[in-house]
């Protein structure tokens, strides 16, 4: 194994970035899907890009620093504020106060950071310096980004933003918006929509969907400790890799089957086995599931908020462990087809009902299918990134999409489980793929 990367970082103050033109001071209510308890998380992104010879006639940092400037102008929410007002209810001061940024150097190279780049990262908290007081949800900078360049001229952006205020399909739609002012344009293609009120609750409000995420308990014991050591990594799925998961564990009777049901079914299974719980425990799997092509017509494009559910399947550990993959996969398939229109107004409904609850983690795997958001191919002029992507996978594991060091396509899994949980979720991986050995990162 190859010793720790370890490089130094210098940082300048953070200085916030405002909108490039006056814009309105007004109060914006979120949705009652974004405001839900779970969704009150900062979330990282991080971008890798090679030294590109553009970079010497542009300097970077000023082209990206003058095109949040002048996209904050379509996007002006996220120059302002989150507040909280009675019954947890969030809206966003539009303050124009602006985002975070901080510009640093470090002493490392590209080539340095390895051939697969995928989380988890050497010394992130380098890379996006948690500038103090800045964390919370409410009256806190909604964006905080730090650009590093490197000693071979390449740059690494790293993103925190608050998932109150998007999805992952609502802020790709803003970062291309930057893409487009970094390379000339003078508003963007897509013109951002707010209209929360898409996704208010219903007055009277009524739950008419089953939504076992937000049960209020769940008799069992959690088979991960959180004081547990954890083991942190990825794993590198090339195309045909999944066609050969596909083909040798999909039900035929389901028809085709999505890169994201049989990933999730597999590694479900794989990790179910890994934990080795009592065979009468009850396992989930949580998908995050993108609805808005469910709503008829479908959300307008251009909107930026979030609109996605928590959508559970449910199987005792023993059957998850015994059956074929297909059982897995069908439980899967079924979770992703219960989102429906009328299941997100009930998730709004419910969210106004019961104070706006949290999802339960209890035994749960948390899957977040984010293959299609291709956060790789933003360009802000420096071609595409080497990665781009969630940072982290602690609580969610994420199908990100990605490269490997030859330039093949694939999708990057993310997972987090104890140490010794994880030797034998990669025992039980390498056993489904058996002739197409698996590429994993420590």
């Excluded at 602006?98 to 590209?110: K, N, T, W």
């Excluded at 897995?328 to 419910?350: G, Q």
């Excluded at 706006?356 to 948390?366: A, D, G, H, I, K």
């Amino acid at each position: 194994m190859a010793p720790p990367l370890v490089f130094n970082v210098h940082r300048c103050e953070p200085e916030l970035i405002i909108p490039a033109k006056p814009t309105p001071h007004d109060l914006k209510p979120l949705s009652d899907i974004d405001d839900q308890d779970g969704l009150r998380v900062q979330l990282p992104l991080i971008y890798f890009y090679p030294y590109h010879p553009s970079m010497q006639i542009l300097d970077p940092l000023q082209v990206l620093k003058q095109a949040l400037a002048e996209a904050l102008v379509f996007y002006y929410p996220f120059a302002g504020r989150i507040r909280e007002l009675p019954d947890r209810k969030l809206v966003v001061e539009c303050t124009g106060e602006g985002i975070l940024f901080i510009e640093a150097y470090a002493d490392v190279s590209l080539d340095q950071f390895g051939d697969m780049l995928r989380p988890p990262f050497p010394c992130f908290e380098e890379l996006l310096f948690d500038v103090p007081g800045t964390t919370g949800i409410v009256n806190c900078p909604l964006l905080l980004i730090q650009v590093t360049r490197l000693k071979c001229g390449g740059i690494i952006i790293a993103i925190r933003f608050n998932h109150t205020m998007s999805d992952a399909t609502g802020f790709l739609q803003f970062l291309s918006a930057v893409a487009e002012m970094a390379q000339g344009a003078r508003a963007p293609s897509i013109s951002p929509i707010w209209e929360r009120h898409l996704l208010t609750a219903r007055k009277p409000p009524r739950v008419t969907c089953i939504h076992h995420e937000y049960d209020d308990s769940v008799n069992t014991e959690d088979k991960i400790s959180l004081a547990e050591v954890k083991d942190h990594r990825s794993f590198f799925f090339l195309r045909n890799q999944i066609s050969v998961l596909r083909r040798r564990y999909a039900p035929p009777h389901l028809g085709h089957c999505s890169s994201f049901e049989i990933l999730a079914a597999c590694l479900w299974r794989c990790r179910t086995i890994a934990l080795q719980p009592n065979p009468d425990e009850e396992m989930r799997i949580i998908c995050i599931v993108n609805a808005r092509n469910s709503f008829n017509p479908p959300m307008p494009k251009g909107y930026y908020g979030n609109c996605i559910a928590y959508s559970v399947a449910k199987a005792r550990a023993g059957d998850l462990s015994r059956n074929p993959i297909g059982y897995a996969v069908e439980l899967v398939r079924k979770a992703k087809e219960n989102v429906t229109e009328e299941y997100m107004r009930s998730v709004a409904d419910l969210m106004v009902l019961k104070g706006r609850p949290r999802y339960t983690m209890v035994n749960s795997f948390l899957v977040s299918g984010v293959a299609r958001v291709r956060f790789d191919e933003v360009d802000f002029g420096w071609g595409r990134a080497v990665y781009g992507g969630p940072a982290k996978g602690y609580v969610a594991s994420f199908h990100i999409a990605s490269r490997n060091e030859k330039g093949e396509d694939g999708i990057v899994v993310t997972l987090c489980l104890p140490n010794l949980a994880m030797e034998r979720f990669v025992k039980e991986l390498d056993h489904l793929l058996r002739d197409h050995p698996l590429l994993c990162a420590l």
